[in-house]
């Protein structure tokens, strides 16, 4: 297993600012991935974090609107820039390794409320 | 398109009695796999139970259990001795082998009445 820490766990933003959320895993991993899950909501993939390259988004999801990085193999980071209210949601990071692909670990969240 | 439905919003059960999560999926890839997640109010996913769709063999891991119908592509969950800290959403999720994407499920909240 893998033990996710993500900074803020929650936070409270004006509209029209940007919001950088971390994610920090305390072994390297293969897969890095970032999920969002609106109120009362299911998840949904935003994008799959590649070590060293552009991220891959989903249909729905565009880089201007979530840049994500990842500098090496056990960090990423998610921004949400230009918020709205519509961006009020958890953020979750999730992380799998190659030697057990058909398994996903889940950081805590960050709440995210944008007035 | 893969899609995962959970028909059931909210479901509850007596502490120490049996409850029964249900799930339906549409694919139609023959190689997948299927996982319940738990999130308790600490919003913390943790995976309840997997299930590989080669193997006809139903998972188990202590009170969860699962009903693995490949040809209805049904993917129920059983919960035995409910216990008040089982009280979470449960969500029924899809991968296809080769694929990473987790494909979710609504989810269903799970209360247990003491």
């Known amino acids: 297993s893998a033990v996710i820490s993500q900074k803020p766990s929650r936070d409270i933003c004006q509209r029209g600012t940007s919001l950088t959320i971390q994610c920090q895993v305390d072994s390297q991993v293969t897969m890095m991935f970032w999920y969002r899950q609106q109120p009362g909501q299911s998840l949904t993939l935003i994008a799959t974090?590649?070590?060293?390259?552009?991220?891959?988004?989903e249909s729905g999801f565009v880089i201007d609107k979530f840049p994500i990085s990842r500098p090496n193999l056990t960090f990423s980071t998610l921004t949400v820039s230009n918020m709205s209210p519509e961006d009020s949601s958890i953020y979750l990071c999730s992380v799998a390794f190659a030697f057990s692909y058909n398994e996903q670990f889940f950081g805590p969240g960050t709440r995210l409320t944008v007035l | 398109a893969q899609t995962v439905t959970q028909s059931q919003p909210e479901m509850s059960v007596q502490e120490a009695e049996t409850v029964t999560l249900s799930c339906t999926y549409d694919?139609?890839?023959?190689?997948?796999?299927l996982f319940w997640y738990k999130q308790p109010p600490s919003r913390q996913m943790i995976l309840v139970i997997r299930?590989?769709?080669?193997?006809?063999q139903n998972a188990t891991e202590n009170r969860f259990s699962v009903n693995f119908q490949k040809a209805a592509k049904s993917f129920s969950l059983k919960i035995s001795d409910s216990q008040l800290g089982d009280a979470a959403m449960y969500f029924c999720a899809y991968r296809p082998k080769g694929a990473q994407k987790l494909v979710f499920g609504q989810g269903t909240r799970l209360t247990i009445n003491p």
């Open positions: 974090a590649n070590q060293g390259s552009e991220a891959t988004y």
């Open positions: 299930q590989e769709a080669y193997k006809q």
């Open positions: 694919t139609s890839e023959s190689d997948y796999y």
